[in-house]
């Protein structure tokens, strides 16, 4: 993604000299600005939404090679479970919400189930860490308490498919993503979450006027 | 924001030799909890009190989040005691790498919420994990320990989403509960998958009749006014999203465990 470019004008004056002067920041066509306020903080997860939503959408349309049934069944659960987000918070928005996200999953290898798992396992940590850090952004605590509501079955998520990549072991909730001695789970800025995301998004994000606190 | 420090704690250290002191010396479980609440305690001051005194303002915390900390403190003792007492006893080696992150975890958590609440922290209740006879071999036979373990990781899920409101007013502290909220959900999810159930909750579906009060309220599929089963089905909608318990559901569900 990149920030919106600031644009210059050329502006007349009075005595018909021309100058240049800057006006404000603009979107350019095609960009999203995820606007500001509560509804700010939902479009930022409508986008996160809409990128796992597509990501699994493919996961299950065309299965790695060697999946199993129990494998494929999760998948689509999930795959399901992202829909629904993705969707809701598209209706909850209304009029206020942003357009499609163009994604990009080159760097995937669907045949390949350590891709697919790996990154599905970006993916889920990544939401989790997203809502965390989302959480103190909103004003409305009924919308805080929705995305608590998701935040866990994202968390959820992410236990599963690290156990499907590393049965049996600590990694679903590894020392790698949850503190070891204060037994916390990650929590991102809309910063770190979507420069993280930013391999897989086609689309610029403007969470410039997202609420900081 | 906050990133998590992955500066290598006292209890990483610990993990290999509990588990081979859970695996070889089964049975010898007074010698294992002790030397695993001696060092997770030990090992607070070195972890936690600078972050603690930095993220909060001990001492200035308005009652009504003290009251939420130390119901949160009260679930995570009894989560912390549970493992602690249990899972040298009654897990099999196979699940021991599991088990012994969880109650990691749970350790840290009552350390954590002990550390923020200072002087203010309620002391640990006593626990009966057998419910006064209902669980009589809670601590001997491991489908029972599972079954009380999915019902404490998913009620804790509950529990603490239905307090989130009640901290948005401390930014610090509201996070700091949903990251520890995040866990007990990945916690739950696991303990799901070693009952052979998916990691998620289907509409109010139990399998014990002893945790239906646990899931009560879990079908529902309206958000916000938005009936989201339309985006694809009951089962998944209902799925899609954990609900909230109040207090009083939560203390209910915990009192058979807490003799006082």
């Given at each position: 993604m990149q920030w919106a470019g600031v644009s210059f004008a050329v502006v007349l004056t009075a005595c018909g000299e021309s100058t240049t002067a800057p006006i404000a920041p603009t979107t350019p066509s095609g960009d999203l600005s995820l606007g500001t306020g509560d509804n700010g903080v939902l479009n930022y997860a409508y986008a996160l939404e809409q990128l796992e939503a597509a990501y699994y959408t493919q996961v299950v349309a065309t299965p790695y090679t060697g999946i199993s049934a129990l494998e494929l069944t999760l998948l689509t659960d999930i795959k399901l479970h992202e829909v629904v987000h993705r969707d809701f918070l598209k209706a909850a928005l209304g009029a206020a919400a942003i357009g499609a996200l163009e994604v990009d999953f080159t760097s995937v290898d669907f045949t390949s189930r350590a891709s697919v798992l790996g990154t599905a396992k970006v993916f889920e940590d990544l939401g989790v860490a997203a809502y965390n850090g989302a959480g103190q952004l909103f004003t409305d605590a009924n919308l805080l308490l929705i995305a608590g509501k998701i935040v866990s079955v994202e968390a959820r998520h992410a236990a599963i498919i690290r156990n499907l990549l590393n049965p049996k072991s600590a990694d679903f909730a590894g020392d790698d993503v949850v503190n070891p001695t204060t037994g916390l789970d990650r929590a991102f800025t809309p910063a770190m979450v979507l420069t993280a995301a930013d391999p897989f998004v086609k689309t610029e994000i403007d969470f410039s006027t997202l609420p900081t606190n | 924001m906050i990133t998590t420090s992955?500066?290598?704690?006292v209890l990483d250290t610990l993990d290999p030799e509990l588990m081979d002191r859970v695996v070889t010396r089964r049975g010898a479980v007074s010698g294992i909890s002790n030397t695993a609440a001696a060092l997770a305690i030990a090992s607070v001051p070195i972890g936690l009190g600078l972050f603690a005194r930095q993220a909060f303002a001990q001492g200035t915390l308005p009652q009504s989040i003290i009251d939420v900390l130390n119901f949160a403190l009260t679930l995570e003792y009894l989560e912390a005691e549970f493992y602690t007492l249990g899972v040298p006893e009654v897990v099999p080696p196979a699940d021991c790498a599991i088990m012994l992150q969880i109650m990691k975890h749970e350790v840290a958590h009552v350390a954590l919420l002990k550390s923020v609440l200072g002087s203010a922290a309620i002391a640990k209740p006593t626990f009966d994990f057998t419910a006064k006879g209902m669980f009589p071999d809670v601590f001997k036979n491991y489908q029972t320990f599972l079954v009380l373990a999915q019902g404490f990781e998913d009620t804790g899920v509950r529990a603490y989403k239905g307090q989130a409101g009640a901290l948005i007013s401390n930014n610090a502290i509201l996070t700091t509960a949903l990251q520890i909220h995040s866990v007990e959900g990945r916690h739950a999810a696991i303990v799901r998958t070693l009952r052979n159930l998916k990691g998620w909750i289907t509409r109010d579906v139990n399998d014990v009749p002893a945790l239906n009060a646990v899931y009560a309220g879990e079908e529902n599929t309206v958000q916000a006014g938005v009936n989201t089963a339309v985006f694809a089905n009951v089962d998944a909608a209902s799925e899609a999203f954990d609900e909230p318990l109040t207090k009083a559901a939560v203390l209910a569900i915990a009192a058979p465990f807490i003799v006082t």
């Open positions: - | 992955q500066t290598p704690g």
